[in-house]
């Protein structure tokens, strides 16, 4: 499907509206300006209807599954208080009120006028249903044409997010058009990013790649590549006891699939006895925390039993027994005690890595994920903390959060150490007539 | 005459009560002789702390450990020197990987007599000429796939007229023609000779649609027969339940369900199940089935979901003798059926794998895509 001009089209209309598309955008921005008030407005009254559960049946039919808790937990992302925080935040006050520098030091002076980016181009990943819209609303807040190339995956939540949008608000309609082109559609992909002004792209190594490629010179790029995030253990772990629960849990629930989901254990010593004591002592809860939140796919499980079963048997074959006698299983769930210090991506669903990284030690091993790194979760003793979160931010990391919180939202946070909205605007300056 | 021959010489092919004392017998044989001739297979044993003479009692063959196909495609497993195998064949390499498997001489004697009674049952030899429609590989030096070479096979049941493949071999690589096929069926449709068709269930149904949707609907001639295997591979999103499939198979070709065969098998279980009048597939003599929890590797009583372990004495140039496959399945009473055959039946739910996971961990897509996931 199709979004342009607020209506639906189907997919094999695509060439045909193609064919306009650059003298339509051409048109809009010559002679419309979109405000963020106005954007505000529209996603308040979205979000407020869909809080309302006007759009409950119509999320019910798209087969969402657990994505449709995700979906309604995204709702207060869509509040007036939470997207002028936001932009307050990212952009502060008055932003697109244009400035003035005097004249001084025997320069003329100036007008510092903020305008949108242009158009832009978000080729949006697939790992959080939310996400194509929302990439889409934050170009709308900075007054962009916005051009988006939904996920493969994509559940169709974000055409009926944005049409919906378009509805209560028609001035956006200019603004807005979705396309479902698959990736490998090269000849398209191009066209629509030689569009554009900006490239935004999310998603991992090969869409990063593939974005630079399609990207004709003169295009910004924005990228929002994928990311790891680990939990760092210092100090008198053992008695607290609800962190580790709630670590636990943040393992497990996010199956460790997202960008902030912890891959590695670290624990502040040198001492592999150490490591393996909290290996024992840990899995109990990753256990309780599994047994809660179980793998219930059974295709899943099965496929997890088997990676299990095939490690075990390779290790017969290759004569690395040391290395499985290191792993520490529970159900649906295991621990690796590692003797490097390494960050490196888990097996994922509840199967991770405990590994040694002294406090002396975190900034030269992190630099190696330069560019990689995202969140620590953070349990330590109390008055250890602002020396610890400090080292870690030098080390590269973005987000410094207690264990349990490692996935969690929080107000006006930035995105992997930046603001959004301030990389899809510019800075016009216009020379001041005396 | 040894005991994996008697009992691939047994009279029934579904006696599979008779046959578990003969059965384990043939099971220890195979596993000592795989133990002694395969470092491999005997690193892997005496890792898991298990020895051929464990096999005392019929129960025990749950004991021994079984193979994950993806041991083969690691791994070359050969229990035999090369020029001692006329034949290896490999698996589709769905993502890239196959596994290969040899076949001894001694070991393709058992299959041969295993086929002639398996079909001969379904009473699908017949000296009467057909046209063969193939909805599979046409054969090429480079294709050493088993699902190619058994498709080939079972278009030696009767004497042969003309072939038709659905995949061609073209400039490197293998493109489906359906308008080729459906050209070729509409000529052999006009024929007197029956037509058969063999292959995946998938180009079949593709197919039939294609025709119901122009609206052609045909008589074959009598005797003409469906016969499908090799699964629904990478069309599993297409598949169709069994009774939509026959009935547009009545509609389009006028063929009843009783002129429809299914067959199932594997290069690392090379077993020819084959479907009884009711569409089940018992288990014949020279296999057993274990269902096992997908948390703890036991077995399951029957009728439970789990991993599906196939059993086999059948081969000795390479330690087949139990592998875990990747699907998920039930094994069923016999009785249960109705349709007369006592040997319990299998029934594939579906595989392994995870699914439409997402992902923004870094490097995670690659493991998910490599475990099945469509990320």
Known sequence: ?434 | MNTTSRLFRWKYPYDTAGTNALFLRAVRENCRYQYEHNARYRAILDGRGFSPAMLRTYEDIAKLPFLPTLVFKRHQMYSVPSWKMPVTATSSGTGGQFSQIGFSCGDLLNGLHMVLKVVNRRKLFSACPCNYVVFGYKPHKSNHTAVTKTAFGATLFTPQLHRTYALRYTDGKYIPDLEGVIRAILQYARSRFPLRFMGFPSYTYFTMRMLDERGIYLRLPKGSKIMLGGGWKQFYREAVDKAAFYALAKKVFGLDDRNIVEFFGAVEHPILYCDCPRHHFHVPVYSRVIIRDVNTLEPLPNGQIGLVNLISPMVKATPILSVMTDDLGVLHDGASCGCGIPSPYLEIIGRVGLKDIKTCAAGAADILKEAGASV
């Not at chain 1, 040198?270 to 256990?287: H, K």
């Open chain 1, 1 to 434: 499907m199709i979004l342009a001009g607020g209506r639906i089209y189907p997919t094999d209309e695509q060439s045909h509206i193609l064919e306009t598309l650059e003298e339509t955008i051409c048109q809009t921005r010559m002679n419309e300006t979109l405000d963020t008030e106005t954007v505000i407005d529209a996603i308040d009254v979205l979000g407020r209807r869909v809080a309302a559960g006007e759009f409950d049946a119509l999320i019910g039919s798209l087969d969402l599954g657990k994505a449709a808790e995700e979906m309604l937990a995204s709702v207060k992302l869509l509040s007036r208080g939470y997207l002028e925080k936001k932009v307050v935040t990212e952009l502060g006050t008055q932003f697109f009120v244009p400035a003035h520098n005097e004249a001084a030091f025997g320069l003329p002076g100036i007008e510092i006028r903020p305008v949108p980016l242009g158009t832009l181009f978000h080729i949006a990943a697939g790992n959080l249903d939310f996400l194509p819209a929302y990439t889409g609303v934050e170009g709308l807040l900075t007054g962009n044409v916005n051009i988006l190339k939904l996920p493969q995956a994509d559940s169709g939540v974000t055409i009926l997010a944005l049409q919906k949008l378009v509805e209560i608000q028609p001035k956006l309609s200019p603004f807005i058009y979705v396309f479902d082109t698959p990736s490998d559609d090269l000849v398209t992909m191009k066209r629509l990013a030689a569009m554009a002004d900006g490239i935004v792209v999310w998603g991992g190594e090969a869409a990063v790649a593939a974005a630079r490629s399609l990207a004709p010179v003169g295009a910004k790029l924005i990228e929002w590549g994928h990311r790891l995030s680990f939990a760092y253990l210092s100090g008198d772990w053992q008695r607290k006891t609800d962190d580790l629960t709630a670590l636990a849990a943040h393992i497990v629930k996010t199956g460790q699939t997202l960008c902030s989901s912890c891959q590695v254990i670290y624990l502040d010593t040198e001492e592999m006895d150490e490591i393996r004591t909290f290996c024992n002592a840990f899995l109990p809860y990753l256990e309780a925390a599994r047994r809660k939140y179980p793998i219930n796919d059974i295709g899943a499980a099965a496929e997890m039993t088997l990676q299990r079963y095939s490690a075990e048997l390779e290790s017969y074959l290759t004569g690395k027994r040391q290395a499985e006698q290191n792993i520490y299983r529970g159900f649906q769930c295991s621990l690796t005690a590692c003797e490097d210090s390494e960050l490196a991506l888990s097996d994922l669903f509840g199967r991770l890595a405990v590994k040694r990284l002294p406090y002396d030690s975190i900034l030269p091993v992190l630099r190696r994920q330069k560019g990689c790194l995202q969140t620590a979760g953070l349990l330590c003793d109390e008055e250890d903390r602002a020396q610890l979160t400090d080292r870690l931010i030098r080390s590269g990391v973005n987000r410094v959060t207690s264990v349990g919180h490692m996935s969690a939202t929080f107000v006006g946070e930035s995105h992997d150490g930046e603001y959004p909205l301030r990389r899809y605007v510019r800075m016009a300056n216009v020379e001041e007539q005396i």
